[in-house]
């Protein structure tokens, strides 16, 4: 398992939470979701593609600008 936290750009508010939030529904092998201004932190299997990810973040009008990852 590992832990990813990323950094976006262009959230101001609860709304753009939300917004961030949803372009999560409908991605299998996410856990532990955490979505706050700013940043959204996750866990995810050794095999997972990050690309739809953030590709549906960036679908909501927001950009991934550091991806950091945990093992563990």
Same mark, same amino acid.
């Given at each position: =398992? ?10 101001? #508010?609860?709304? #753009? ?13 996410? =856990? ?33 600008? @550091?991806?950091?990852? @945990?093992?563990?």
């Amino acid at each position: =398992m590992k832990t990813v936290k990323l950094q976006i750009v262009g959230m101001s #508010c609860q709304h #753009c939470v939300a917004a961030v939030r949803r372009a999560f529904d409908g991605i299998d092998g996410i =856990m532990d979701l955490i979505v706050d201004i700013g940043r959204a932190e996750f866990k995810i299997t050794e095999e997972f593609d990050l690309g739809p990810v953030i590709e549906a973040i960036e679908d909501q009008g927001y950009s991934v600008v @550091n991806i950091e990852r @945990n093992s563990g």
